[in-house]
Every structure is written in structure tokens, then in C-alpha cells.
């Protein structure tokens, strides 16, 4: 799958709706945006933006790229997430992870959890997703968060894939272990480290006999250069080139982070000078 990273900015002149519109016109599978609801620069919350988005598309799938999971209750993401995946015809991927913004949650008031507060964290609500999703009534108990006898009705009608953006040790064993998707960053795990975390992400997956999808966001530039070792950037041969890498790497679905002034401008050259080499690539 070939998704496409849409800016949850609430600016002047700022349409993150119709780029997603743009996005399904042009036929990327997904579109995803971030969970940053603290700062200065004018953002919207994510959720409210997913629904937005899923009202104003019909194929496209929307991600949470990746939901930080201090900042709700596990078992309203439970819910939230089916009524979403459900309304939109079940195009909802939800990505966890545990939240590295120390200080938002400051800002927010909701304590800072130690890193291994934060992956026992993500990996009870994972249990306690899955178990709303699937039981009559669930209860469970861990150290942060805990239901008793809940009940979630409806159950999702088709399955609502976890992602999880990880890069810890401990976070890459449980990624392999419960995940459906493995979704690292170019920018914090640069190719040779991410091939070193997949690696040991798929070993956990394989001692309990699960496969899970490794998905990268990768910042592009198509059409000029970039300074930023982070970026694959040069003419559009140049990109796809530099992708085909990533892919041959292990990496069989990519989410674009088109970079630059020319944000629908980069969608498109990306959508006719890039992806059609890729999709050729992957068949």
C-alpha cells in the first residue's frame, strides 16, 4: 500500500480535507495524520479530522499515524475506533503508539509516563481494544489502565488493523507479538537502524507465529533537493529509485511525507511520475 501523510493544520488556507480528497482522486491508499493536540501552531484534533475526512471520501483508508495513548482512555478508543471503521465502511487502520511529547502531556495535565510506563501502557490497550472488540463483556486489570464487565456493542463487522509506531526494544517485541503493522519513521530510524529493528520486530512476530506488515513514513521531495538526510529527494527517477530501496529493504508499504510549499503540486507528481513505477515494482 502507498499512503500519503496529510497535515492536520487548522491555518488560513489550510485544507487538509481536500487533500485527502486529492489523495483518493489520485489513487493512494491511504491517508494518515498525526496526534498532536498541544502547541502554538493551529491544528485540528485528529479524530474530529479522520470523520471529517471519511465523510468527504468513499475508498481511501484513514490512519491515525500514530494515536498517542496517554492522551484517552483505551476503551473510549475502543469505541471510537469501531464507530469510525464503522461509518466509513471500514477503512479505519489505527495506529498506537506511547507518546514521546513529554511536554504535552505536561501542558495537558496528564502526568509524563516513564518510557517503560509508556509501552506497558500501549500494550494494555491493545489488550483492552481487542478484548471490547471481541467479547461480551470484558474486565481487565494491568497496571494503567483496567475495565470491569464492559460491554462495546456493536463488535466491528470487519477487522480494524492495530499499527504501531515503534522503536524500543521492549516496543518492538510487543509490536511483533500483537501488531498488525510496524510504522517507524525515516527521520528516527534511518535505514540501516529500521532494517536492525524489523529484524528483531520479526523475531518476536515469529516465536508466536504472526506476520506483520512493515510500513515507513518517508518525507519526498519530487523535483528538487533537500539537505535533509531524512528525505528521499532528486527527479522523479531519482525518487522512485530511492524508494525502491526502502521497499527492497522490507519495507512493502510506504507512507509519503510530500515536503516543501507545493504540498497538492508533490501529490501529484508523486501520483503520475512515482507511483506507477512503484506499483510496477511491487507486482
Not at 155 to 175: C, D, E, F, H, V
Amino acid at each position: 500500500m502507498f499512503g500519503v501523510g496529510i497535515s492536520a493544520s487548522a491555518a488560513p488556507g489550510a485544507d487538509p480535507v481536500g487533500d485527502a480528497r486529492l489523495a483518493e482522486e489520485l489513487g493512494f491508499d491511504f491517508v494518515s495524520t498525526s496526534d498532536h493536540p498541544c502547541g502554538t501552531s493551529p491544528t485540528y484534533e485528529i479524530w474530529t479530522l479522520l470523520t471529517w475526512i471519511a465523510a468527504a471520501t468513499s475508498r481511501i483508508r484513514v490512519a491515525t499515524r500514530v494515536l498517542g495513548v496517554p492522551y484517552r482512555p483505551p476503551a473510549m478508543v475502543a469505541k471510537m475506533a469501531e464507530s469510525l471503521h464503522r461509518l466509513s465502511g471500514g477503512r479505519l487502520i489505527l495506529g498506537l503508539g506511547g507518546g514521546y511529547s513529554d511536554e504535552e502531556f505536561r501542558a495537558f495535565g496528564l502526568g509524563v509516563p516513564t518510557p517503560r510506563e509508556k509501552v506497558d501502557g500501549m500494550v494494555e490497550a491493545i489488550h483492552i481494544i481487542r478484548g471490547l472488540w471481541s467479547s461480551p463483556s470484558f474486565s481487565y486489570q494491568g497496571d494503567r489502565y483496567h475495565t470491569l464487565d464492559a460491554a462495546l456493542e456493536p463488535k466491528p463487522a470487519s477487522p480494524i488493523p492495530i499499527w504501531l509506531g515503534t522503536y524500543g526494544n521492549r516496543a518492538l517485541a510487543a509490536t511483533g507479538e500483537l501488531a498488525d503493522g510496524w510504522i517507524p519513521s525515516l527521520g528516527f530510524a534511518p535505514p540501516e537502524v529500521a532494517m536492525e529493528m524489523r529484524a528483531r520486530m520479526l523475531a518476536a512476530a515469529g516465536r508466536v507465529g504472526r506476520e506483520v506488515e512493515c510500513v515507513y513514513n518517508v518525507p519526498v521531495l519530487v523535483g528538487g533537493t533537500s539537505d535533509e538526510p531524512s528525505t528521499v529527494a532528486g527527479s522523479s527517477e531519482e525518487v522512485v529509485e530511492g524508494l525502491r530501496g526502502l521497499v527492497g529493504l522490507g519495507f512493502t508499504s510506504l507512507n509519503l511525507m510530500p515536503v516543501g510549499a507545493d504540498f497538492r503540486g508533490q501529490l501529484e507528481r508523486l501520483a503520475t511520475d512515482v507511483l506507477p513505477a512503484l506499483r510496477a515494482s511491487a507486482s
